[in-house]
């Protein structure tokens, strides 16, 4: 992971807001970002001087942006602009989203199209750097124009206002902090306020994080997916290669390969594969069909990453400087693009996590299970097992479908019906966000479950694979026995799915997994 972040006139990487968002990585800005910025800078000066008025640099803003405002009110225009934008209400957003959303505005500004000066790249970066991060609200961003009120709460930050949290956590105010930490606040000019908010910034950033994620629950959902299959007693020759590449979707390639490297050698499978010994003729669709699954939801990340990567190489303002020198409005700052894609993986998410409930409830009902004692208990009866375990799951995949519920499908408008339609970007990336919390405890007891599962057919052994994933849960919680306080050992299995363990765990066994 990168310690240090070069910003430049292009684009910053994935693993560049990662770096910086979640590792804490230090920023720095490149000499040809502060030669694009001075150029810039240079052609809004040029404006500032002229007797017509130009959007954001002599005139209000948006439903006011007809009056023109003499050269001496403009500092406090810019003031006023940051100020009553701030208006973000509600919880906290957490610290790793506002530094993805200020390195992806510091990115937008190192472009040189914006037309600010250096020196207000230079105190995002020292923000950045000196781990000190805007308190920023849930509530305030309608996704146009752009991430308003939370971009303004980190622009506030830089004129010596309102409230961050520094590198230890704790909330301060900013204008205590910044002087121990040798950063100068900024008294913005002409155009600077409205180019430090007019981004689609958080919604892109939590994109960002929330395909990172994805792609490593994805991996998850085809392990457990195949600890499932083999403590059912299911079938391994549906994932077939020849099977899958009659219907040639990428991602569902990817999952099936994934299930067969993932159960193979495993002695229980090998137990019923005679036919005359095993007379089931077809799994159930949660566990046949799970490439299907898995597989199109890799496929939906796929196009969302490509939303980000050209959204990663705009330059979102307006107005905004051309390279021949013009300023123009421009309608670039709209979230639909994002929002949508944002909405896809909430609807992937929950359908993922769904069929995830589906074969944890198979395990536990003696009917299905082929053989393994009701909800898997330890004495039925006296003891109640996972049963419970899968009420959260069920719980928390009913939440999802409800966030499942596209944001983007609506609108509101605001500023006087100026801004008369909206994209509902921020919202639907909260809205994911939960919902990958959601996703991610309920592939971790889908985990929890199949490794008792498993464990309960002993003498006979699962795949190598699977040995390896319950030997990383077991060194948090324990193995089959009596019932005992399950709520810690899920909050355990949570961590080991989080922060990519399990899925290291059986990598160490069958090599990088798709």
Same mark, same amino acid.
């Given at each position: 992971?990168?310690?240090?972040?070069?910003?430049?006139?292009?684009?910053?990487?994935?693993?560049?807001?990662?770096?910086?968002?979640?590792?804490?990585?230090?920023?720095?800005?490149?000499?040809?970002?502060?030669?694009?910025?001075?150029?810039?800078?240079? =052609?809004?000066?040029?404006?500032?001087?002229?007797?017509?008025?130009?959007?954001?640099? /002599?005139?209000?803003?948006?439903?006011?942006?007809?009056?023109?405002?003499?050269?001496?009110?403009?500092? &406090?225009?810019?003031?006023?602009?940051?100020?009553?934008?701030?208006?973000?209400? !509600?919880?906290?957003?957490?610290?790793?989203?506002?530094?993805?959303?200020?390195?992806?505005?510091?990115?937008?500004?190192?472009? !040189?199209?914006?037309?600010?000066?250096?020196?207000?790249?230079?105190?995002?970066?020292?923000?950045?750097?000196?781990?000190?991060?805007?308190?920023?609200?849930?509530?305030?961003?309608?996704?146009?124009?752009?991430?308003?009120?939370?971009?303004?709460?980190?622009?506030?930050?830089?004129? !010596?206002?309102?409230?961050? +949290?520094?590198?230890?956590?704790?909330?301060?105010?900013?204008?205590?902090?910044?002087?121990?930490?040798?950063? $100068?606040?900024?008294?913005?000019?002409?155009?600077?306020?409205?180019?430090?908010?007019?981004?689609?910034?958080?919604?892109?950033?939590?994109?960002?994080?929330?395909?990172?994620?994805?792609?490593?629950?994805?991996?998850?959902?085809?392990?457990?997916?195949?600890? /499932?299959?083999?403590?059912?007693?299911?079938?391994?020759?549906?994932?077939?290669?020849?099977?899958? +590449?009659? +219907?040639?979707?990428?991602? &569902?390639?990817?999952?099936?390969?994934?299930?067969?490297?993932?159960?193979?050698?495993?002695?229980?499978?090998?137990?019923?594969?005679?036919?005359?010994?095993?007379?089931?003729? &077809?799994?159930?669709?949660?566990?046949?069909?799970?490439?299907?699954?898995?597989?199109?939801?890799?496929?939906?990340?796929?196009?969302?990453?490509?939303?980000?990567?050209?959204?990663?190489?705009?330059?979102?303002?307006?107005? =905004?400087?051309?390279?021949?020198?013009? *300023?123009?409005?421009?309608?670039?700052?709209?979230?639909?693009?994002?929002?949508?894609?944002?909405?896809?993986?909430?609807? =992937?998410?929950?359908? =993922?996590?769904?069929?995830? $409930?589906?074969?944890?409830?198979?395990?536990?009902?003696?009917?299905?299970?082929?053989?393994?004692?009701?909800?898997?208990?330890?004495?039925?009866?006296?003891?109640?097992?996972?049963?419970?375990?899968?009420?959260?799951?069920?719980?928390?995949?009913?939440?999802?479908?409800?966030?499942?519920?596209?944001? /983007?499908?609506?609108?509101?408008? /605001?500023?006087?019906?100026?801004?008369?339609?909206?994209?509902?970007?921020?919202?639907?990336?909260?809205?994911?966000?939960?919902?990958?919390?959601?996703?991610?405890? *309920?592939?971790?007891?889908?985990?929890?479950?199949?490794?008792?599962?498993?464990?309960?057919?002993?003498?006979?052994?699962?795949?190598?694979?699977?040995?390896?994933?319950?030997?990383?849960?077991?060194?948090?919680?324990?193995?089959?026995?009596?019932?005992?306080?399950?709520?810690?050992?899920?909050?355990?299995?949570?961590?080991?799915?989080?922060?990519?363990?399990? *899925?290291?765990?059986?990598?160490?066994?069958?090599?990088?997994?798709?």
């Amino acid at each position: 992971m990168a310690i240090e972040v070069e910003i430049g006139t292009g684009p910053v990487s994935f693993d560049d807001v990662v770096a910086v968002a979640r590792h804490q990585a230090a920023v720095r800005l490149s000499d040809s970002a502060r030669s694009a910025m001075a150029a810039s800078r240079a =052609v809004v000066q040029g404006l500032a001087a002229d007797t017509i008025p130009h959007y954001g640099v /002599s005139t209000g803003f948006g439903a006011l942006a007809t009056r023109h405002i003499p050269a001496e009110s403009r500092t &406090q225009l810019q003031r006023s602009l940051i100020r009553s934008h701030a208006a973000g209400s !509600g919880p906290e957003v957490e610290t790793e989203v506002v530094r993805a959303l200020m390195l992806l505005r510091l990115s937008t500004l190192a472009t !040189g199209h914006t037309g600010v000066r250096p020196v207000i790249a230079d105190t995002y970066a020292a923000l950045l750097n000196a781990g000190l991060t805007p308190v920023v609200h849930e509530y305030g961003s309608l996704g146009c124009s752009g991430d308003l009120a939370p971009l303004a709460h980190c622009a506030l930050a830089i004129m !010596g206002e309102g409230e961050l +949290r520094d590198r230890y956590g704790v909330r301060r105010h900013t204008a205590d902090a910044l002087p121990e930490y040798g950063i $100068e606040p900024v008294e913005l000019v002409e155009k600077e306020g409205l180019a430090l908010i007019n981004g689609t910034d958080g919604m892109l950033g939590m994109l960002i994080l929330a395909i990172t994620d994805l792609r490593r629950l994805l991996i998850t959902a085809d392990l457990a997916t195949s600890m /499932s299959v083999e403590g059912l007693l299911g079938t391994d020759d549906v994932f077939a290669d020849d099977l899958q +590449r009659l +219907r040639p979707h990428p991602g &569902q390639s990817i999952s099936a390969g994934n299930l067969r490297r993932l159960m193979a050698d495993s002695p229980i499978r090998e137990s019923h594969r005679d036919p005359a010994a095993c007379t089931r003729v &077809q799994d159930a669709y949660s566990l046949r069909c799970a490439p299907q699954v898995n597989g199109a939801a890799r496929d939906t990340v796929d196009h969302a990453e490509t939303v980000a990567l050209r959204e990663l190489a705009s330059a979102i303002d307006n107005p =905004v400087v051309t390279d021949d020198g013009r *300023v123009e409005s421009n309608g670039n700052f709209h979230g639909a693009p994002i929002a949508y894609v944002l909405d896809f993986l909430a609807i =992937v998410t929950a359908d =993922v996590a769904s069929m995830s $409930e589906r074969r944890t409830d198979r395990f536990l009902d003696k009917a299905r299970s082929n053989g393994l004692p009701p909800f898997l208990a330890d004495d039925p009866g006296v003891d109640s097992g996972h049963m419970i375990a899968q009420y959260t799951q069920a719980a928390i995949v009913s939440e999802l479908k409800r966030l499942a519920n596209p944001a /983007s499908a609506d609108s509101i408008p /605001s500023s006087a019906m100026q801004e008369d339609h909206v994209s509902m970007g921020w919202s639907a990336a909260r809205k994911l966000r939960r919902a990958i919390d959601g996703l991610t405890r *309920v592939l971790a007891i889908e985990l929890l479950t199949a490794a008792r599962g498993l464990e309960l057919r002993a003498p006979l052994d699962p795949s190598p694979a699977s040995r390896a994933v319950i030997s990383e849960l077991r060194k948090h919680t324990q193995g089959p026995g009596p019932d005992r306080f399950l709520a810690p050992e899920i909050e355990a299995a949570v961590s080991v799915v989080a922060e990519g363990r399990a *899925v290291a765990a059986a990598q160490g066994v069958v090599g990088e997994l798709g």
